[in-house]
Nanobody
Framework: QVQLVESGGGLVQAGGSLRLACAASGRTCSRYAVGWFRQAPGKEREFVGG????????YYADSLKGRFTISRDNANNTVYLQLNTLKPEDTAVYYC???????????????????WGQGTQVTVSS
């Protein structure tokens, strides 16, 4: 079992930045993939970006490239999502999810992920 806990959400003005963290514990393994998703009220949960923990390869949703950046801290089993130039439409609950890398065939497919965090709310005011 892997436990994921997100943190770092909050209320920010448009144009501001936040850094979200996803701390992993339990049966963590360096050969895992971690994805970030978000879900706005009344909308489907959508893929934001992901990282392969062992090699550090990153993937991003095309619409979010350039504003969001994913990084990792191996020593603390934590993956970060840096959100820059935030817009009101970025308001959502942000989730991290994880699975062994071999299981993540499609980064955007939620069913490829075995473990999910509880989410952290990001609210961007105009």
């Amino acid at each position: 079992q892997v436990q994921l806990v997100e943190s770092g959400g909050g209320l920010v003005q448009a144009g501001g930045s936040l850094r979200l963290a996803c701390a992993a514990s339990g049966r963590t393994c360096s050969r895992y993939a971690v994805g970030w998703f978000r879900q706005a009220p009344g909308k489907e949960r959508e893929f934001v970006g992901g990282i392969r923990w062992d090699v550090g390869t990153r993937y991003y949703a095309d619409s979010l490239k350039g504003r969001f950046t994913i990084s990792r801290d191996n020593a603390n089993n934590t993956v970060y999502l840096q959100l820059n130039t935030l817009k009101p439409e970025d308001t959502a609950v942000y989730y991290c999810a994880s699975s062994p890398s071999w299981k993540v065939r499609d980064w955007a497919r939620r069913t490829d992920y075995d473990y999910w965090g509880q989410g952290t709310q990001v609210t961007v005011s105009s």
